[in-house]
T-cell receptor, first 115, second 115 residues
Framework: AQSVTQLGSHVSVSEGALVLLRCNYSSSVPPYLFWYVQYPNQGLQLLLKYTTGATLVKGINGFEAEFKKSETSFHLTKPSAHMSDAAEYFCAVTEGGGSNYKLTFGKGTLLTVNP | GAVVSQHPSRVICKSGTSVKIECRSLDFQATTMFWYRQFPKQSLMLMATSNEGSKATYEQGVEKDKFLINHASLTLSTLTVTSAHPEDSSFYIC???????????FGDGTRLSIL
């Protein structure tokens, strides 16, 4: 079975500061990992994904994440926060591809950016 | 990029009404679509997996007679909340899986309010 733990339900940073959102996963097989962002009353938008290959993945809006197998982590970072980054962020895992491709989500981290 | 259209975006109706929500993949074929439910300030909970041309697979605890899912084509899945009651009020989100280990693409969600 797979699971995702996001440490910190709420992270607050100042504009221009580093953003670090933590995600740890559990999976019985090599995982595929994702970060999604959700703005109020909207669906989810994919920020970035890791499937295989390079462990540091870059996504949209300046975000990146590093897959660390030894730490079972996939933390999301951005060097400099922007006001428009304020949103809910979800880490998700799926146990490889295939027709089902079911995602298991973490509980989410609300990011607020202070001026 | 891949677009998933979910309609309607908001529904307000009386208790006992049945409500149909549509999920369409606009520029790709989706052999698998997923339906999620999201309570306020919580994560997405998978309700069911919908495969084109076959019966949906429901997650444990989800009433299949209450939440009817039809996936009649490779671009359309529908969720019908039958005889809806106030406790069914929630944010429902669909996603479509393009296959080939590509990420799921999400609709913008449907806010269902049962009076």
């Amino acid at each position: 079975a797979q699971s995702v733990t996001q440490l910190g339900s709420h992270v607050s940073v100042s504009e221009g500061a580093l953003v670090l959102l933590r995600c740890n996963y559990s999976s019985s097989v090599p995982p595929y990992l994702f970060w999604y962002v959700q703005y109020p009353n909207q669906g989810l938008q994919l920020l970035l994904k890791y499937t295989t290959g390079a462990t540091l993945v870059k996504g949209i809006n300046g975000f990146e994440a590093e897959f660390k197998k030894s730490e079972t982590s996939f933390h999301l970072t951005k060097p400099s926060a922007h006001m428009s980054d304020a949103a809910e962020y979800f880490c998700a895992v799926t146990e490889g591809g295939g027709s089902n491709y079911k995602l298991t989500f973490g509980k989410g981290t609300l990011l607020t950016v202070n001026p | 990029g891949a677009v998933v259209s979910q309609h309607p975006s908001r529904v307000i109706c009386k208790s006992g009404t049945s409500v149909k929500i549509e999920c369409r993949s606009l520029d790709f074929q989706a052999t698998t679509m997923f339906w999620y439910r999201q309570f306020p300030k919580q994560s997405l909970m998978l309700m069911a997996t919908s495969n084109e041309g076959s019966k949906a697979t429901y997650e444990q605890g989800v009433e299949k007679d209450k939440f009817l899912i039809n996936h009649a084509s490779l671009t359309l899945s529908t969720l019908t909340v039958t005889s809806a009651h106030p406790e069914d009020s929630s944010f429902y989100i669909c996603s479509a899986y393009p296959g080939h280990n590509q990420p799921q693409h999400f609709g913008d969600g449907t806010r269902l309010s049962i009076l």
